[in-house]
């Protein structure tokens, strides 16, 4: 069976790169040859990571040409909020499907802290509030008829409201949308919402899997990650006793 492609998928600062970063740093999954990001997308210096995107993106170009009629009338029928908004939106979402495909030439799972989904909030937070709705179910449909054929996991990350507001007031970096808007027009937990209703019916569907993990402590122990790990199926448990423990954190 082919290794799983799995993202983190949730509010802004509740946590997805720390849980992700924390699972690629355990012993069995490094073993196991887990695949992430191929440059932190989400850490780091904006301009040192310009050339990167770019490259990603024009590399992808010649994919999108048998979607391009598609592709067109969903950027023209959706309600941005700008130019310079939508073309944040859509570089990004072309840069991570671009990642996936390079990633998918290898075989070992992929470990991703913001992913499709991720990108698809972003382009329904970067839309008016007023005038016609957001095409949400036409940019799901599009993005997963682009995505490699592999099984995908959503690793829902959620945690409490004063968890989320102590994380984005400490935040470093302004590397979120958050963080570059001093005006949101939509709420960020309401966007999250809107999105996983769309990622549960496909779970219904059965054309995905949701592993809901709440990241509202402040550290996490070792035996969460490694029984998160197992649900998420990359690699082996260190120690065999894990197996049969409580997953923590994993709702």
Not at 59 to 84: G, I, M
Not at 86 to 103: H, T
Request: net charge positive; charged share 15%; proline share 6%.
């Amino acid at each position: 069976m082919m290794a799983p492609y799995i993202e983190a998928f949730g509010c802004p600062a509740v946590g997805k790169s720390y849980v992700t970063g924390r699972l690629l740093a355990l012993p069995e999954v490094r073993q196991a040859g887990v695949q992430s990001e191929l440059f932190p997308i989400s850490r780091g210096q904006r301009l040192s990571r310009v050339p990167r995107k770019l490259w990603l993106i024009l590399s992808y170009l010649p994919t999108l040409r048998s979607e391009w009629r598609r592709l067109t009338s969903l950027v023209w029928h959706t309600p941005w909020v700008s130019l310079p908004e939508a073309g944040r939106a859509l570089l990004n979402w072309i840069q991570l499907l671009s990642m996936l495909q390079r990633l998918h030439r290898h075989e070992g799972a992929i470990l991703l802290c913001q992913g499709v989904f991720q990108a698809i909030w972003s382009l329904r937070f970067r839309t008016r509030s007023a005038g016609p709705a957001f095409p949400l179910q036409d940019w799901v449909a599009l993005t997963l008829s682009l995505l490699p054929p592999r099984p995908i996991v959503v690793l829902h990350v959620v945690a409490g409201a004063e968890a989320i507001r102590h994380r984005q007031h400490n935040r470093m970096g302004g590397q979120s949308v958050l963080d570059r808007r001093h005006s949101a027009v939509h709420s960020p937990s309401q966007v999250v919402q809107e999105v996983l209703d769309a990622i549960r019916a496909l779970e219904s569907a059965g054309k995905l899997r949701v592993v809901t993990f709440d990241n509202s402590a402040a550290s996490l122990s070792n035996e969460a990650l490694c029984a998160l790990a197992l649900t998420l199926g990359l690699g082996q448990p260190s120690r065999p006793d894990l197996v049969q423990t409580s997953s923590a954190g994993v709702v």
